[in-house]
């Protein structure tokens, strides 16, 4: 009898033991905060997971943010990027769920509407800045898409570059010294800059990263030629599209040296597609424009004749978008100038045509504006031209001129000057970058880079 007694007494214990387990447990899953709160651009925060169990975290399906990661073991922090609201109306709200064997937590995620913009301030860099760097003619060819940060590049004379970082105002010199002339394109939201290092005729694409600048990789059996560059970068800076010097086998069994676009992923070279034999090839395929992924390049192929097409590849299968052959009385000529980050959609010109281009359904629709410079997301498309203006169309309307779309608002400082050319722009579309043209003394035209910040 005392025995069985022993034996209740021994399981209500652990029955009680198991009880206060669970109670302790279900104490140990924690985050901090419970809500992020972002403004209308959205940008990266975090929260801390603590708990010593695995834990998953589900999401309530709405696609403008994103969590990483989404699994993991013990205490973690774990991140939480918002795109832009571009919705002036109304905020957004989302819940996720935090849940490990000890219980569910639950994270809010809040975001401003779009606020409604007053003013345009022009930022351009000082003219003894420009003169000390030897930046004679240049223009800002990239836009970090939060809006942080610009390149500035004189691509004609000095081949040196600036970085410009809105929070502070300031423009500095890109060039650490490591070589004698750098140009950047283009720049992430974390301040990946890239574009290509000349060393003396020839070019190789680079990137700066830290304030030091490092050649990309190439493939080893190419020597350079005059044109190779890096000329998009996503906006986490982890995928870099450019064109490269390569050897590319010719029929005979022979090799041509010719350029050929190219995607590096965290700065290592990604295997080349199967591409035409060299002969076919001729001079090369040359980039201008990419999608954020690197799957979709734009630009042009030349042969060796000299005859071009405004060409883009996807998955690196090339489309040449007006001529097939290098045959005919068509000389051809033009290019691809921009392709929207997200890869759907592609401007350019062939002969004085100016072109939109459909990714999706492979569409040629004429633009009766200028020379188009950028396509966005939305559709949005940028023109201009040597001495502007520049026109820009919103998708589904007609195009207007840089004034007549700030007309609205209060020109922020004095001496303020409309562009020739908008090549870059956040991805709210408030911050834009290009130039706008002045004339030396010999009436040939410069180029003054120059930002717009609309808010």
């Known amino acids: 009898m005392k025995t069985f007694s022993k034996i209740i007494a021994l399981a209500a214990m652990v029955l009680l033991l198991a009880n206060c387990d669970k109670q302790n447990r279900q104490e140990t899953l924690s985050i901090t905060p419970e809500e992020l709160s972002f403004g209308e651009d959205g940008q990266t925060q975090s929260f801390i997971i603590e708990t010593e169990e695995a834990w998953n975290i589900t999401t309530d399906g709405e696609t403008w943010y994103s969590v990483t990661p989404l699994s993991g073991q013990g205490n973690t922090r774990v991140y939480v990027r918002v795109e832009y609201n571009p919705d002036q109306q109304d905020g957004r709200t989302a819940v996720i769920s935090i849940t490990a064997e000890s219980g569910t937590k639950e994270l809010a995620i809040t975001q401003e509407r779009a606020s409604v913009p007053t003013k345009i301030t022009m930022y351009t860099p000082d003219q003894d800045l420009l003169n000390t760097i030897g930046l004679l003619s240049s223009a800002c060819y990239g836009i970090s898409p939060n809006g942080r940060y610009a390149v500035i590049t004189d691509e004609t004379f000095g081949f040196q570059s600036l970085l410009w970082d809105r929070e502070t105002g300031e423009f500095s010199d890109l060039n650490d010294g490591k070589y004698p002339e750098v140009m950047a394109y283009d720049v992430s939201d974390n301040c990946v800059i890239v574009g290509s290092i000349r060393i003396g005729t020839t070019e190789v694409p680079g990137y700066c990263s830290n304030g030091a600048w490092e050649e990309l990789d190439t493939p080893e059996d190419a020597t350079p030629l005059p044109y190779a560059w890096a000329k998009a970068v996503s906006k986490d800076g982890t995928t870099i599209s450019g064109c490269v010097t390569a050897n590319v086998p010719k029929s005979d069994g022979d090799y041509k040296k010719t350029v050929v676009p190219a995607v590096w992923k ?13 002969e076919e090839i001729g001079q090369g395929c040359f980039m201008y424009g990419a999608s954020d992924d690197g799957s979709v390049i734009g630009g042009f192929h030349e042969w060796s004749s000299g005859r071009r097409s405004p060409a883009i590849w996807i998955d690196g299968i090339m489309t040449r978008l007006y001529l097939e052959t290098d045959e005919g009385e068509d000389f051809g000529g033009g290019s691809i100038q921009s392709v929207s980050p997200d890869g759907t959609k592609a401007v350019g010109s062939f002969k004085g045509t100016n072109f939109y281009y459909d990714v999706l359904t492979g569409e040629i629709t004429e633009l009766g504006m200028g020379t188009p410079s950028l396509v966005t997301d939305d559709g949005t498309i940028y023109s201009g031209g040597t001495t502007g203006p520049v026109y820009i169309k919103k998708a589904g309307e007609d195009p207007v001129t840089f004034d007549d779309y700030i007309s609205n608002l209060e020109i922020a400082g004095d001496n303020f000057t409309s562009p020739a050319v ?8 408030r911050v834009l970058g290009g130039y706008y043209p002045i004339a030396d003394p010999l009436l040939n035209t410069l180029m003054v880079p120059v930002i717009y910040v609309i808010e």
Do not use: A
């Not at 965290?266 to 060299?278: A, D, H, K, S, V």
């Not at 908008?422 to 579309?429: A, D, P, R």
């Open 266 to 278: 965290n700065f290592e070279l990604q295997p080349f597609p199967e591409i035409p034999y060299g």
């Open 422 to 429: 908008i090549f870059s722009v956040s991805e709210n579309g």
